[in-house]
């Protein structure tokens, strides 16, 4: 493995034992973000070191958010250096203090404030258990440690909702619980996540995506077909709004609205097992479309 090799999304999940729904977070809060390339989004070996120490220093407890902040000051104080990442840094702990470092710079992230004279003698390279979060950020990162575990549902449904008490409008959270609630057959609880979702940000496509799927299942169709719209509305490429959609407008009988999307989705998605029953769904909907027509 060497400084120049590239990993997939995948590939981090399986090296690091991380979730996408964490990945995403932690680029959101750009403490470590993959690159783009031509038709992928990668990561390199700092990057892993990266995402090493933040998942370690979370477990440890300490919230994302801080150790966000605490990189800002950094990037914002050593700027000839480029900035900071996380492959340079140390976290230390005496276990009352905790600071960050990088070559002689010590700061103290959780007040930003720089450390001129602190003796690291006989200091631990290890992380102090901090006290419970108390901010939006802080809550929603415990939620997304918990879901890395599949038997801490709850426990995360807890966290995501300790979040939305801080900041009812967080629409991570709101998302979580949403996908969380479904994965435990609460059709309805979902739905109520994804509804203020979608009230908070009409725009968000994800949201829009996952209230429409999950109506289509309590079998509300016209609700369902409403949402699904607007989500590839705003996103005409997402491929799984258009698949979910094709479905529902054939259940609907809107052969030729569903013969669009399918025709759509391939342009989007023309090698994978979906696109093999993508295309047999169109041939089937243009049939019908005619068909109808000929009526």
């Keep these: 493995m060497g400084?120049?090799?590239?990993?997939?999304?995948?590939?981090?999940?399986?090296?690091?034992?991380?979730?996408?729904?964490?990945?995403?977070?932690?680029?959101?809060?750009?403490?470590?973000?993959?690159?783009?390339?031509?038709?992928?989004?990668?990561?390199?070996?700092?990057?892993?070191?990266?995402?090493r120490t933040v998942k370690q220093l979370i477990e440890k407890g300490v919230p994302?958010?801080?150790?966000?902040?605490a990189?800002?000051?950094?990037?914002?104080?050593?700027?000839?250096?480029?900035?900071?990442?996380?492959?340079?840094?140390?976290?230390?702990?005496?276990?009352?203090?905790?600071?960050?470092?990088?070559?002689e710079v010590r700061l103290?992230?959780?007040?930003?404030?720089?450390?001129?004279?602190?003796?690291?003698?006989?200091m631990q390279e290890q992380v102090k258990v901090m006290s419970a979060a108390h901010s939006a950020d802080d809550w929603f990162s415990a939620g997304l440690a918990y879901e890395a575990d599949k038997a801490l549902g709850a426990e995360a449904i807890e966290a995501y909702e300790r979040a939305l008490a801080v900041e009812p409008e967080k629409i991570e959270a709101l998302i979580n619980c949403g996908a969380l609630q479904y994965e435990q057959g609460n059709l309805e609880k979902a739905a109520s996540y994804f509804r203020r979702a979608v009230e908070a940000q009409p725009d968000n496509v994800l949201a829009l995506f996952n209230l429409?799927?999950?109506?289509?299942?309590?079998?509300?169709?016209?609700?369902?077909?409403?949402?699904l719209r607007h989500a590839v509305r705003f996103d005409?490429?997402?491929?799984?709004?258009r698949y979910n959609l094709a479905l529902l407008c054939e259940r609907l009988g809107s052969f030729a609205e569903a013969r669009g999307h399918w025709q759509a989705y391939l342009?989007?998605?023309s090698?994978?097992?979906?696109?093999?029953?993508?295309?047999?769904?169109?041939?089937?909907?243009?049939?019908?479309?005619?068909?109808?027509?000929?009526?």
């Design 3 to 51: 400084a120049t090799d590239q990993f997939s999304a995948a590939d981090v999940q399986r090296m690091l034992g991380l979730t996408v729904k964490q990945l995403e977070y932690w680029d959101r809060l750009d403490l470590v973000s993959p690159r783009k390339t031509p038709g992928a989004r990668v990561y390199d070996f700092r990057d892993l070191i990266g995402l």
């Design 64 to 69: 994302a958010g801080r150790l966000r902040r």
């Design 71 to 103: 990189l800002a000051a950094l990037n914002e104080r050593i700027s000839h250096a480029g900035g900071a990442s996380l492959a340079e840094l140390r976290i230390l702990s005496d276990g009352k203090d905790i600071l960050v470092e990088r070559g």
């Design 108 to 122: 103290e992230p959780l007040s930003g404030q720089f450390v001129l004279n602190f003796d690291t003698r006989g």
């Design 212 to 227: 429409g799927s999950v109506l289509e299942d309590l079998g509300d169709l016209q609700a369902a077909h409403h949402y």
């Design 236 to 241: 005409a490429t997402y491929p799984d709004a």
């Design 267 to 269: 342009k989007l998605d």
């Design 271 to 295: 090698t994978s097992l979906w696109a093999d029953y993508a295309r047999r769904r169109l041939a089937a909907s243009s049939r019908k479309a005619k068909s109808t027509t000929a009526r």
